[in-house]
């Protein structure tokens, strides 16, 4: 007996191993198919449809309910935490490789940390998968099924709802906590279907992001229901949804765009970054932009604009530097941006600045912008005064301390305004007149609210100068420009860039690339060049301008009431 039973063991054992070896690599391949189709949904591959089905392969990891290996109190959370996790991992390790260029490190401490989210979110979908099997089960045992108003259950509808809803949440953490790092949305992947991003002036990147979920998780519940016809409801609402964003983006295209009334001229210097803060070049980085500058203004623009810290030295604390900067706004008589480090007297503390001024046609520096969101590790280093033994053991980093205010710029006919400061008589250049604008400094752009409070303050033209050349030739220059046509297109306003090595451009307020700085071959970074477009003047005002991150907040709310509403279902069936 105990021979035969030993026999009969043995084979199942095999078996029952060889088929969580198989679950397992199953398992595998498809949370590693999710991370490919995400990197893929991002430039450089530039393939916006994967991501309408890069999370099908990872809901369907979600949905096995059954683990092999484990009893029903292990497949817990570590188990599709777990998966998820190596999801996220992959997909930040393969889309923002190129922070390689700056420190191996920190790649890697961030992707880690990056992935945290996705293994959450994995958990919170895998509890919503269970807790609607659930439902379902009791439903059948418990209800007639033969009745006409249950021939098409809906106890999966509320998972196409609570899912991206978890998503966005999620999203939108991320974007805010320690510090925030709101770079590859997975809205954004759209940036290249402008219809599917119109919806962004109501509900911001965040209702792209949703709809985008929603769609991969009616797929994965279509191909996963064991009979059709349970599918059916969930497929509608994401039909409905889809179609309505459609509809509602070919409305905003189709819109008469309003007259352009202002010539805005960009300079992209294409100074390398070991060259930057060398003294031994300040002379050559100077001519390049006076060369390039002389040149944009032959297109008679009213406003040029140079990137982010393009002058090479203290703009108003040292004082050769700054004379030089003054006498080329003074020789093409055109208004000028530019980015530089400037300092601010605190008390007898002298304090730095990541600034952009504003110079008028006479050379006078008529008000600037402090940049308000520093980059940690980068601007400045974090709980310095808990642990000042901190900068010595990382590499060099900024010391810079943020500024308070939200400038607005104003150039009005004849007169230049700037919030805050005086006003300066200019000749008019042309009839044409840009309209009031602000100023984002480097990545400030990946903020929807701060770019918000900007043109909640009169804004009309955002302006994001920036300084990308610390990943070289990679796909973050255009990774990064995403988030501004996502900037654009919220608040209905144009968007200009100025890059020290690309991408520098203009989007018109519907996330149109209307122009850009680029060679004859079409090369658009790290070449020197020029460029100018006509822009108009923002609309007056969006839901997202007057509501903010609403649908955010509320995607917030839906996840935590379903949490607290499982938490207390979960206790009461004890």
Partial sequence: MGIGGTRIQFPLRVWAGVHRRTAVLRQLILALSSAVL?????????????????????????????????????????????WSYLVGLGFFLGSIWWLIHVTLVGWVALCLYLALYFGVFGWLVHRIYTSAQESEDRRQKTE??????????LSSVPSILLIPSAWVTLEYLR????????????????????????????????????????????????????????????????????LATWFYGRFRLTQPDPEADAKIAIVQGNIPQEEKWDTAYREAILAKYERLTREAARDMPQLIIWPETA?????GFDEPLTAR???????????????????????????????????????????????????????????ESVVPWLRKILPPIGDFVPGHEYTVFEL??????????????????????????????????????????????????????????????????????QASTFRAVELRVPMVRAANTGWSGCID???????????????????????SCELAPGESG?????????????????????????????????
């Fill in 38 to 82: 995400l990197i893929l949904s991002f430039p450089n591959f530039n393939q916006p449809w994967c991501a309408w089905v890069a999370l099908v392969p990872w809901m369907l990891v979600l949905q096995d309910l059954k683990v092999p290996g484990t009893s029903q109190s292990e497949k817990s959370a570590r188990h599709f935490f777990g």
């Fill in 144 to 153: 007639v099924r033969k009745q006409k108003s249950e021939r098409f259950p």
């Fill in 175 to 242: 974007s805010h906590a320690l510090s925030g790092f709101g770079w590859n949305l997975l809205g954004y992947s759209q940036t290249p279907a402008l219809s599917a991003i119109q919806l962004a002036d109501l509900t911001g990147v965040w209702g792209v992001s949703f709809v985008i979920v929603m769609v991969n998780v009616a797929m994965a519940h279509y191909l996963t229901v064991r009979e059709v016809r349970k599918a059916i409801p969930v497929v509608l609402v994401a039909m409905g949804v889809v």
């Fill in 311 to 315: 002058v090479p030295g203290y703009l």
């Fill in 325 to 383: 900067v003054q006498q080329v706004a003074q020789s093409v008589k055109v208004p000028l941006v530019v980015g530089a480090p400037m300092g601010t007297l605190n008390g007898q503390t002298w304090q730095l600045t990541n600034s952009a001024a504003l110079l008028d046609a006479s050379g006078a520096i008529v008000s600037r912008y402090d940049k308000l969101h520093l980059v940690p590790f980068g601007e400045f280093v974090p709980f």
């Fill in 412 to 481: 009005n006919g004849s007169r230049l305004k700037a919030q805050g400061s005086r006003q300066e008589l200019l000749p008019p250049a042309s009839s044409l007149q840009p309209p009031a604008f602000s100023v984002l400094i480097c990545f400030e752009d990946i903020f929807p609210e701060l770019a918000r409070q900007f043109v909640r303050r009169g804004a009309r033209m955002l302006v994001t100068i920036t300084n990308d050349a610390w990943f070289r030739n990679t796909a973050a220059a255009y990774q990064h420009a």
């Fill in 509 to 531: 307020a519907n996330g149109r690339w209307l122009t850009s700085v680029h060679d004859r071959d079409g090369k658009e970074l790290f070449i020197e060049g020029i460029a």
């Fill in 542 to 574: 969006t839901l997202y301008r007057r509501w903010g991150d609403w649908f955010a907040w509320l995607c917030l709310l839906v996840t935590i009431g379903w949490l607290a509403g499982h938490r207390l279902k979960v206790r009461g069936a004890r």
